[in-house]
């Protein structure tokens, strides 16, 4: 088992900045993938970011590339999502995940391949 725990969400002005994070405890945190994805009210999960167990390669969904930057600390078993540039369409409950599986690039966006979430943290951007 793996839990995660985010934190740092809030309310923020457009055009602002927040940094998530992700705490992992449990199993060994260098084993897994992770990945940040977000859900609007009324609207599907969407990827966010993802970063290999490495920290080697990143990507990012189109919406936040430029913005947003994911980074991990392998010897704090944390990982980050630092957000610029706040847009009002940025409101959503932001998620952490983590995954073993292979084939990180073209399966990094897939969340049923992330095994455990974390509870999910409130990002709100004020216009």
């Known amino acids: 088992q793996v839990q995660l725990v985010e934190s740092g969400g809030g309310l923020v002005q457009a055009g602002g900045s927040l940094r998530l994070s992700c705490a992992a405890s449990?199993?060994?945190?260098?084993?897994?993938?992770m990945g940040w994805f977000r859900q609007a009210a009324g609207k599907e999960q969407e990827f966010v970011a993802a970063?290999?167990?490495?920290?080697?390669?990143?990507y990012y969904a189109d919406s936040v590339k430029g913005r947003f930057t994911i980074s991990r600390d392998n010897a704090k078993n944390t990982v980050y999502l630092q957000m610029n540039s706040l847009k009002s369409e940025d409101t959503a409950v932001y998620y952490c995940a983590a995954g073993r599986y292979v084939g990180f690039i073209e399966n990094r966006h897939k969340a049923a391949l992330y095994e455990y979430w974390g509870q999910g943290t409130q990002v709100t951007v004020s216009s």
């Open positions: 970063i290999d167990w490495s920290g080697t390669i990143i």
């Open positions: 449990g199993r060994t945190f260098t084993n897994y993938n």
